[in-house]
């Protein structure tokens, strides 16, 4: 599947790995709380009466609830929470040349791809980037950076942007705006949980672990009872590890293919390697792209160097290929020789 | 044997199912995209009139070229309620070309070229240029995708039952149009 070389298995794919991340998000969430509900009524069947039972599992009806309202506002609400983290406005009647231009470009790539017009944004930052957020084509969203309006040419902002029409018609958007919506999700409760958890742990240690030692010999269970203690408490110290990870290692590929689509719906593939260029050469990174939604960008917006290596660790941590390859795969395109290693 | 035979039909019928609903899928697609060339096309006849206006005042000396324009565009709107699309495209071809000629000598007009209306309408006629050429180009693509899933095989089979017929590709009707412009220093 990471080999998706077109159109129709990129949209299968995204597909199959957005039902995936949204079912396994919430089957993460049953294991912790239903995991918990299982330690807590081992070690609380032997206790005396009038003392607290753990009989009903209240904390996994609860954390699954929460995961699936969680997934539920992901998949609703995800594209305009992405928005609204990076401050873009959005551009509805053009106040001057630049937007206006923007919106035309919108429009034209909109009809060379077969994709409703998206919804523009501006986000106000000095450093050349773009990104696309969406469920599917029919309610998509493109936001560009102030820098990129005053510094590409209309040639170039039109390769951007077909280039982030690209990601709208093979579904990328979709897969990658669930995860930067999940990962700000678990890094919320992870939070949350981690100071629960410490004042909680010094309140009621106490009383379990010496609960645990009276009952100790009694229960054939014990050894197990220790084990799923144990990986319970540490998927809760990994999950929003687990989460960032799994927005990391989105495949690097899709970037070649949108910009191969870019290159289809401009027939003008110099453009997107002369955007490209400037975009790299740009001197700051954007810092109006929080970490997690870092995919979700045109090019890097954290200005890693990891970005421009190749090998297996790059593979899985990098969000985006290297920018000397993907220029030179699109001159390649425009039938250019990429003379002196192309940067 | 009998259960053999019977598991193979099916798969057979849903095979065809599937590529006679594709074949559709993608005729719907093609008419969808010539549409979108006409909504192109009545939208560049609209803006035409605010384009005169606007360089009207500034260019008398270049009525030909103002008037070219003028009747190429109400050529192009008496031609478009009918249906015959080799007249329209030659029609429209011909708008084209005009308008070109009236962007080119705007070029050589530096007082014109200064005031905000003007490049406003210049950004607006170079979109609507943009729009027909990506609308035609996907009408093309889309033509193109339909025509090649018709003839290939296995689809092929199914063609027939499906309606499915070649649509026509839009090509350059006007030779002049094909031919290399002359640029007069």
Known sequence: MDDAVDLFSQQQSNRVRSRVLLIGFIAFFAWLGFGGDWIFWQMTLGAEPGTYRHVIPWIGIALTLGAAIAAFVAWTRGPERVLWSTNAYEVVDPVNDDERRLVNVVEEMAIASGVPKPRVWIVPDEDPNAFATGRDPASSHVAVTAGLLTQLNRDELQAVVAHELGHVKNLDVRLMTLLAA?????????????RAMRGGARVHGASLGGGGRRRGGKKGGNPLLVVVLALWILSWLLAPLITRLLALGVSRKREYLADAMSAQFTRNPKALADALHKIEHAAAPTTSMK?????LCIADPLGRRLTNREGVFAEL???HPPMAIRVAKLKAMAYQRDVGGGM | MFFVLLILTVLVVVWAVGAYNTLISLKNQVANAWKQIDVQLKR?????????????????????TLEAVVAARNQAVQVSSGGDVSKIAAVEGQLTGALHRLLAVVESYPDLKATANIGQLQEELTSTENKIAFARQLYNDTATQYNTKQRQVPTVFVAGVAGASPAPLWELTDDSERAVPKVEL
Do not use: C, Q, W, Y
């Not at chain 1, 970490?291 to 995919?295: F, L, P, Q, V, Y």
């Open chain 1, 182 to 194: 999940l990962v700000g999700a678990v890094a919320l409760v992870g939070d949350f949980m981690s």
């Open chain 1, 317 to 319: 941590f990098g969000t």
């Open chain 2, 44 to 64: 560049r006849h609209d803006l035409v009139p605010n384009l005169i206006a606007a360089v009207k005042g500034a260019m008398n000396f270049e009525r030909e």
């Open chain 1, 291 to 295: 970490r997690g939604s870092a995919h």
